[in-house]
């Protein structure tokens, strides 16, 4: 298996979406519109049906759910040619995201040096309600997320930086195959640059650690230079990149 299967493999157990439909090697995802990640095609593996066939069907499967048309891309997507075609067919690149990854075996991680760190094993009203507030797109999303969550497929941490009885962070991390992946992590407008979101993913990394994670996954958006900082400061490489594929509608 390649790295990069083995990576978006990871990445699908361990982000939970409400409904997988398998299409000849695509695996089509859906979260009620919740992140691109859990509602895109996932083109992985080899195929044998005509390829546009298959575009069509994955097109009127997410045209049924009334959502975007979005092909999750990376170098090893199945077939060859694949990213090409659906830029002849109108599809636009947005978002390339950067895979990144840290071995707890060759870094020492330093301890946080910020705030009070609350964490829980599950979604609590408190963490989702911080979330929405630094993150105010995802508030339509609100009783999505809370499915999502309901039932965990993987060992799970919701932490939420304290400063003064204020969230000035949160974030989460799953366990799952020896890995400890990072997501959702956001600060609060007020506390950024000011080390607090260094300090949330410390305590998560070192919470996935204490569990026997052998190192630490995420997924960062290219353009996010602040990010792509902070997270090479901690000491993380970029494995390979991402990125999606959205279907222009052409409306009357």
């Known amino acids: 298996m390649s790295e990069i299967r083995y990576y978006e493999e990871w990445a699908m157990n361990a982000w939970p979406c409400l409904q997988t439909r398998a299409v000849d090697g695509w695996l089509l995802r859906w979260a009620d519109g919740?992140?691109?990640?859990?509602?895109?095609?996932?083109?992985?593996?080899?195929?044998?049906?005509?390829?546009?066939?298959?575009?069509?069907?994955?097109e009127a499967f997410y045209r049924r759910l009334e959502l975007p048309v979005i092909f999750k891309m990376t170098e090893a997507s199945e077939p060859a040619g694949l990213d090409a075609?659906?830029?002849?067919?109108?599809?636009?690149?947005?978002?390339?995201?950067?895979?990144?990854?840290?071995?707890?075996?060759?870094?020492?991680?330093?301890?946080?040096?910020?705030?009070?760190?609350?964490?829980s094993p599950g979604l609590t009203k408190e963490w989702l309600s911080s979330f929405?507030?630094?993150?105010?797109?995802?508030?339509?999303?609100?009783?999505?997320?809370?499915r999502l969550f309901a039932?965990?497929?993987?060992?799970?941490?919701?932490?939420?930086?304290?400063?003064?009885?204020?969230?000035?962070a949160c974030g989460l991390s799953v366990l799952h195959g020896g890995e400890a992946g990072l997501f959702d992590i956001v600060t609060g407008p007020a506390y950024r640059r000011r080390g607090y979101g260094e300090a949330l993913i410390l305590h998560l990394l070192h919470w996935g650690r204490e569990r026997g994670a052998r190192g630490a996954f995420?997924?960062?958006?290219?353009?996010?230079?602040?990010?792509?900082?902070l997270y090479a400061k901690l000491g993380f490489t970029e494995r390979f990149r991402q990125w999606y594929r959205v279907k222009q509608e052409v409306r009357d």
């Open 34 to 58: 919740y992140t691109k990640r859990a509602n895109s095609v996932q083109p992985l593996y080899p195929a044998h049906l005509p390829l546009g066939q298959k575009i069509r069907e994955a």
């Open 132 to 146: 929405l507030a630094m993150s105010p797109s995802h508030a339509p999303h609100k009783e999505t997320i809370r």
């Open 85 to 119: 075609e659906l830029e002849k067919r109108g599809y636009a690149l947005v978002e390339p995201v950067s895979i990144q990854t840290l071995r707890f075996g060759e870094n020492d991680l330093p301890q946080p040096a910020h705030g009070e760190i609350e964490l």
């Open 151 to 168: 039932q965990p497929l993987s060992d799970c941490c919701f932490a939420a930086l304290k400063v003064n009885g204020e969230t000035a």
């Open 218 to 229: 995420l997924q960062v958006l290219a353009e996010n230079e602040p990010a792509v900082r």
